[in-house]
């Protein structure tokens, strides 16, 4: 089993539109939970670590499950910039520094 | 602002070649990574280091080896590239223990064919 995962998608939406993706993990001892954000053809970028309480960074809203062992991200109204591919990243207690990606899930917003 | 600088954008080498991609970061970060990422297969990654002189394997280090001299600079060696090594490389960094405050900085990749 993976160590995390993701629905690829895609997921297109209109402009404006409220989007949810969802991540999970398998192991249970996971401390730190991101997601980051890859633009085509770029590196990856921190986009928000992700809180036990759930954490919302203007349009975006994170919420982590440790129970069910799964972390989301809500983009609310969105915006042509928010085209991407978002990675559910995660940091198992054991493993200094190291982090663990999910292979990503792509959005396009159109027009 | 974190930099971390891969020495090249595009590089075309011949099966065989050894092959050299250099990363360099300049926040004094002690951690230090090798990732390549492959369409359908995300980030894998290859080596990382948490000190200078200090090597782990990732999960896919065969075919690779690495070498950390000095805390800022960290390369990736293909002692002798194959087809199947053609991918974007991206080298990252990290202070402390990959918590909250201490994420990963990426380099802008290195896309590497291997004819």
């Known amino acids: 089993r993976k160590e995390v995962e993701q629905d690829p998608g895609p997921f297109n939406v209109p402009e404006g539109a409220t989007v949810a993706f969802n991540c999970t993990y398998s192991n249970s001892a996971s401390q730190s939970f991101f997601w980051y954000r890859q633009d085509c053809r770029k590196e990856p970028k921190l986009l928000m670590s992700v809180y036990s309480s759930g954490n919302e960074d203007g349009r975006f809203t994170a919420q982590l499950n440790r129970a069910s062992q799964y972390i989301s991200l809500l983009i609310r109204d969105s915006k042509l910039s928010d085209s991407a591919t978002y990675l559910c990243?995660?940091?198992?207690?054991?493993?200094?520094?190291?982090?663990?990606f999910g292979r990503g899930t792509q959005l396009t917003v159109w027009p | 602002d974190v930099k971390v600088t891969q020495s090249s954008r595009y590089l075309v080498k011949r099966t065989g070649e050894k092959v050299f991609l250099e990363c360099v970061q300049d926040m004094d970060h002690e951690n230090m990574f090798w990732y390549r990422q492959d369409p359908g297969l995300g980030l894998r990654l290859i080596y990382f280091s948490y000190d200078v002189k200090m090597k782990e394997k990732g999960d896919i280090p065969e075919g690779y080896s690495v070498s950390r001299e000095k805390k800022e600079r960290f390369s990736l060696i293909l002692e002798s590239a194959s087809t199947n090594q053609t991918s974007m490389y991206l080298c990252a960094s990290s202070d402390g223990i990959g918590d909250h405050n201490s994420p990963l900085h990426f380099g802008n990749g290195t896309r590497l064919t291997v004819t």
């Open positions: 990243v995660v940091r198992r207690g054991s493993t200094l520094g190291r982090l663990y």
